[in-house]
């Protein structure tokens, strides 16, 4: 069943635009110019192209788990995840 099936049966619309365009593209150019304004453009020289691979997955990890992230109440994401999750799972247990 595809992504578009699943929503029809949840009586949810699809959002404007179609599959791989600017719509669904957003998140990732933001993303992307986040990474490059933080990551690549500080240090315009990289002695190789390792130490970028290297950067990489520190910024990702702190981007996820460290970032205190102003909209959800300057909590890293991941935090802000779990305690969507375990908030979640109590009203369920509750009901």
């Known amino acids: 069943m595809s992504y578009a099936q699943r929503l029809a049966e949840a009586e949810l619309v699809l959002s404007v635009g179609s ?3 600017s719509y669904n593209n957003a998140l ?3 993303i992307s110019d986040i990474y490059k304004a933080e990551v690549t453009r500080p240090q315009p020289s990289w002695p190789y ?3 970028v691979e290297m950067a990489t997955p520190r ?3 702190w981007f996820n788990n460290d970032r205190l992230f102003g909209p959800i109440g300057h909590f890293p994401p991941a ?4 305690n969507h999750y375990a908030a979640s799972a109590a009203l369920d247990m509750a009901v």
């Open 19 to 21: 599959a791989g365009d």
């Open 59 to 61: 910024w990702v990890d």
């Open 79 to 82: 935090e802000a995840e779990a």
């Open 28 to 30: 990732t150019e933001t």
């Open 49 to 51: 192209a390792s130490a």
